[in-house]
């Protein structure tokens, strides 16, 4: 796929200068020309280029003058310079002083193709890694959770209109999709932030002790109490008690919460008197608690206590438009833990990453990162660092008795369907699809679709 630029040539050769915008603008490229330093100037101080293309030698401010200009003015824009083949060292010398690459005439419109094309591609993948680095660090984060589809826009909502009460909230969603991370946001926005937030996870610890990790005990309560203790209601006081994995918390556990939580009062195991305790409770699964409540493995009564409010935290395959600023995001983690500068994924590798389906989620997706980084010496991800069990084969469509997904994944699904099925062909799978070539583009873009050209 190729991208359009906006390019600055420079050389008071006329035949040349036009030459080179006439074969510029045939790449398809946005071009303006200069006959000297002044000119390239003035045009440099009006409008933002992608690349300039500066010859050396020019009546008043010369290349060298020009090309330090540039750099002051938008040090973003890759300059190349043109220099008569008799001054290689100059060119050399620019090449210190930030140029990008040199052509040296005579030349080829062919090298100019060339060197324009890897120039372009190059700029592109900078600008592509700095908008996602400022999107990492400035916007399309809540509290620690980086996201910006418009499922992850949704749940922030959900957290920012829940945390400020105090009603039990449900958390769910699969391994992985970021639930305790949706925990501790709920508790830094509520007004309880300076309190403590504790956390227990229900299915980790052995049912004989879940009693009085949750309640406490007394000195003597059962063999091995040899002291006092308090639970995690009362180490949660004025807090929040975060209840992980609740969809694993036993029978009889389930009657005893309940009834803490109703009567907001608890008694420690071997002690009679009560307690009351100022706690708000925030709860969390991966399973799908209707179902353990048809099967009767979770009481109906505690599940309505827990799911006054609830959070759906979604899977990461419906939300890949988030996958690139999670990539940077654990990139900018793993980087310095590594002593690497990996530099993004290179479009190859983040089709890749695209693709797959991601089973474990954010999870999954950040211990990747993290392997991936350790494996590469190069500067950027490449393919080869993913070793990832299913390529994510798209489905011809929603198979009857298959797994369940939204429009919008099935129409992502078909997309890549149909151009698998037209190597590819843009403009054969826009007529198959019934949609205009650039609505294809712009949806193979959002979806993440566009693979390297084969
Ligand atoms: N949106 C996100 N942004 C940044 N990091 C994330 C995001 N989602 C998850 N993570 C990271 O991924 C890892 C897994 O997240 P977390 O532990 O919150 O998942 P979980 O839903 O609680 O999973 P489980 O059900 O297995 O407990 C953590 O290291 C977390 O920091
Ligand atoms: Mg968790």
């Known amino acids: 796929m190729r991208h359009s630029a906006r390019i600055l040539v420079v050389d008071d050769e006329e035949d040349l200068r036009l030459g080179l915008a006439e074969t510029l603008q045939g790449e398809g490229h946005q071009v303006e020309t200069a006959g000297d330093g002044w000119g390239a100037l003035e045009h440099a101080r009006a ?40 001054t290689v060292e100059s060119a050399v010398a620019a090449m210190r002083l930030g140029a990008y690459d ?45 996201g910006k589809s418009a499922l992850m826009q949704e749940l922030f909502r959900a957290i920012e209109k829940a945390a400020p009460t105090n009603s039990t909230v449900l958390i769910c969603g699969e391994t992985g999709t970021g639930k305790d991370l949706v925990a501790r946001a709920l508790h830094q926005r509520s007004p309880r932030a300076k309190g403590p937030l504790v956390s227990i996870s229900c299915g ?17 309560a059962f063999t091995g109490a040899h002291a006092d203790r ?10 929040t008690l975060f209840l992980d994995e609740i969809g694993d918390l036993p029978l009889p556990m389930q009657v005893k919460l309940l009834r803490a939580l109703q009567e907001r009062q608890i008694q420690r195991l071997g002690e009679s008197r009560t307690r009351n305790v100022d706690v708000r409770l925030v709860s969390a699964t991966h399973k799908d608690l209707r179902q353990e409540m048809q099967q009767g493995r979770f009481r109906e009564d505690l599940y309505y206590r827990l799911d006054v409010l609830s959070v759906m935290v979604p899977p990461l395959r419906q939300r890949r438009d988030d996958i690139p600023l999670l990539v940077e995001h654990f990139l900018r983690k793993f ?46 991800l490449q393919p080869e660092d993913f070793p990832l069990g299913r390529s994510g084969q798209p489905a011809p469509a929603a198979e009857p008795g298959g797994e369940l997904v ?42 993440g679709l566009d693979l390297p050209e084969e």
């Open 204 to 220: 980790a610890i052995p049912e004989a002790l879940l009693e009085s990790e949750l309640f406490g005990h007394t000195k003597g």
């Open 335 to 380: 980087n310095p833990e590594m002593g690497k500068a990996l530099r993004g994924a290179s479009p190859e590798a983040m089709a890749v990453l695209m693709r797959y389906d991601w089973p474990g989620n954010v999870r999954e997706l950040q211990n990747a990162i993290e392997r991936a980084v350790i494996l590469q010496d190069g500067p950027q």
């Open 102 to 146: 040199y052509l040296s005439k005579p030349f080829k419109l062919d090298q100019v193709r060339l060197v324009v094309r890897r120039a372009v591609e190059q700029k592109r993948l900078a600008d592509e890694n700095r908008r996602l680095r400022q999107e990492v660090e400035h916007y399309h984060r809540f509290e620690q959770i980086v």
């Open 230 to 239: 308090e639970g995690v209601f009362e180490s949660a006081e004025g807090g």
């Open 47 to 86: 409008l933002r280029f992608d690349l300039a293309l500066v010859d050396l030698k020019m009546p008043g401010p010369d290349g060298m003058v020009v090309l330090d200009q540039l750099k002051q003015l938008s040090p973003e824009t890759l300059v190349v310079m043109i220099t008569g083949h008799a």
């Open 406 to 447: 939204s429009l919008e994944e099935m129409e992502r699904r078909h997309i890549l369907w149909v151009l698998r099925q037209t190597d590819n062909h843009q403009s054969r799978a826009a007529q198959i699809l019934r949609i205009g070539r650039r609505t294809l583009y712009r949806k193979i873009r959002e979806y």
